[in-house]
């Protein structure tokens, strides 16, 4: 019951987080007046990077919920967040 508690907010946290990245990039975007072309793909690649991050971040905290370190940690980490970006 635990965990599942806490996968459902680890989900409603990064899909606020997303929203919230959107927002950010198009400020970003706004900031170095960018326009066009030029800006949807800033737009683009910055909400990319974005949900990479907060992947990281969620797979990093299972892998000490797990209590992993060293080479498990980095293999798990990064099957992880492979598997959060399909």
């Given amino acids: 019951m635990r965990k599942s508690l806490l996968v459902i907010l680890a989900a409603f946290l990064v899909s606020n987080f ?3 990245a959107d927002a950010t990039c198009e400020a970003k975007a706004a900031d170095k007046k960018l326009a066009g072309a030029a800006k949807n793909s800033f ?6 990077d974005t949900k990479a991050e907060a992947a990281k ?3 990093d ?3 000490a919920e797990k209590k992993l370190a060293g ?3 980095n293999s798990f980490t990064k099957k992880c967040v492979a598997d959060a970006s399909k």
């Fill in 18 to 20: 997303a929203y919230a």
């Fill in 43 to 48: 737009v683009k690649k910055c909400e990319k």
């Fill in 57 to 59: 971040k969620d797979c």
């Fill in 61 to 63: 905290a299972k892998a």
């Fill in 71 to 73: 080479a498990a940690k």
